[in-house]
C-alpha cells in the first residue's frame, strides 16, 4: 500500500509516490509555466494519474492523495485560495481530484504548505519524535508550521500560522499592508527590501550590491560572506526579527524545537546560533531553555513529504 503526495509551489508541482514507511518511490516535477487557474488543476489531476499508472505497473495500491498548497486550504469545502496562482482566489481543489477519480478508491486531503512542511519534518526530518514543533518557513514569504500536542494548528477558518503579519516595530507603516511587518523586515522579498532602502539613503556606496540589476537574497548572503556593509546591516537586522519573532513562538507554543527552512534557510542557518541568542532576550525564560533550533533536514523536500504524511494520516481517520 502507498499514497501520493504533491507539493504545488507559484512556479512548479512536485510529486511523488511514498511507501507508508516514509521512503519516496518515485518522484517527478513539472514547472507551471504561464498555466492558470483552471489548468494549474488539470496539472495537477495529471500528475495524480501519471503516478497511479506507474503504481499500477508496479503492483503498488495507492489509498490516499495528500496536496500542499501555497496558501490557505479551507478543510470543509476543501477549495482553496492561492495568491500566487491567478484564478485561485476559492479554488475548488478537492471536488476537482475527487471528480477525476471518483472510479479510484483514493481520498483526497488538502492542506497549506506552511502545515504540510511540519508535517514532514515530524514524519521524516528535523522533527520526528516530537509531538510540539513549529517550522518557520522563510522564503519570499515568511509562515510557520504550528503542531501542537501531534497536530496541526490550523485555526478557526485555516489560516494559522500566517506569521508574516506577526507586528514587531511600531508605528505601522502602509508598507506593511500587503505583507506584513515581519515578512517586510525578514522574508527573502523582504531582504531585497531592506537592502534597496539601505542603498537610497548610502550614496557613497560602491561595493557588490549597487550594480545588481534584479537583487535577490542569495546576493545579500553572498556580499555578507565578504565583509560588505550593506549587507552586514541587513542582516544584522533581519536576525533581530528572526529572534522576537522565534521568542514569541516560544511563549505562546513552548515547543520543543523550531525547524527552519525555506530558500532563505538554505544560508541563513549559519546564524542559527545567533537568533537563539537573540530570542533569548526577549523570550520566556524557561520555555528559550528547552527549545532546540534546527534547520531543515528535507530541504525543498518538506512541502513533499509532508503531502505524503497528510495522505497516510488521512489513512488513520477514514478507518
Not at 147 to 174: K, Q, S, T
Not at 196 to 219: F, S, T
Not at 246 to 253: E, H, K, Q
Request: with cysteine.
Amino acid at each position: 500500500m502507498a499514497v501520493i503526495g504533491l507539493d504545488l509551489g507559484g512556479t512548479k508541482l512536485a510529486a511523488a509516490i511514498f511507501a507508508t514507511d516514509g521512503r519516496m518511490l518515485r518522484k517527478q516535477i513539472v514547472t507551471l509555466g504561464q498555466r492558470t487557474g483552471a489548468v494549474v488543476g488539470e496539472l495537477v489531476r495529471s500528475q495524480i494519474e501519471e503516478l497511479l499508472g506507474v503504481a499500477r505497473k508496479e503492483g503498488i495500491g495507492v489509498e490516499a492523495v495528500g496536496v500542499s498548497v501555497p496558501g490557505i486550504s479551507h478543510s470543509q469545502t476543501g477549495k482553496v485560495w492561492a495568491p500566487n496562482i491567478p484564478g485561485w482566489d476559492d479554488y475548488p481543489l478537492r471536488t476537482d481530484i475527487l471528480a477525476a477519480f471518483k472510479e479510484e478508491p483514493i481520498t483526497a486531503t488538502i492542506d497549506s504548505d506552511r502545515a504540510c512542511y511540519i508535517l514532514g519534518e515530524a514524519w521524516q526530518g528535523a522533527a520526528r519524535g516530537c509531538a510540539n514543533a513549529i517550522f518557520l518557513a522563510v522564503g519570499t514569504g515568511i509562515g510557520a508550521g504550528i503542531m501542537i500536542n501531534g497536530e496541526i494548528l490550523r485555526g478557526a477558518n485555516d489560516i494559522a500560522g500566517a506569521i508574516g503579519w506577526l507586528a514587531l516595530d511600531r508605528p505601522f507603516e502602509p508598507k506593511y499592508v500587503s505583507c506584513g511587518c515581519f515578512e517586510h523586515h525578514a522574508s527573502g522579498a523582504g531582504l531585497v527590501k531592506v537592502a534597496k532602502e539601505l542603498l537610497a539613503k548610502d550614496k557613497r556606496y560602491a561595493g557588490p550590491l549597487r550594480n545588481k540589476a534584479d537583487l535577490i537574497a542569495h546576493d545579500i548572503f553572498e556580499a555578507h560572506a565578504s565583509n560588505d556593509p550593506v549587507a552586514a546591516k541587513v542582516l544584522v537586522e533581519a536576525i533581530e526579527y528572526w529572534g522576537m519573532a522565534t521568542a514569541n513562538l516560544v511563549s505562546l507554543f513552548n515547543p520543543e524545537k523550531i525547524i527552519f527552512g525555506g530558500g532563505v534557510f538554505g544560508p541563513g542557518a549559519q546564524f542559527l546560533n545567533v537568533i537563539y541568542t537573540e530570542a533569548s532576550k526577549w523570550a520566556q525564560p524557561i520555555s528559550i531553555r528547552q527549545v532546540k533550533f534546527e534547520a531543515s533536514q528535507l530541504g525543498g523536500d518538506a512541502g513533499l513529504v509532508g503531502a505524503g504524511c497528510l495522505a497516510l494520516r488521512s489513512l488513520g481517520e477514514n478507518r
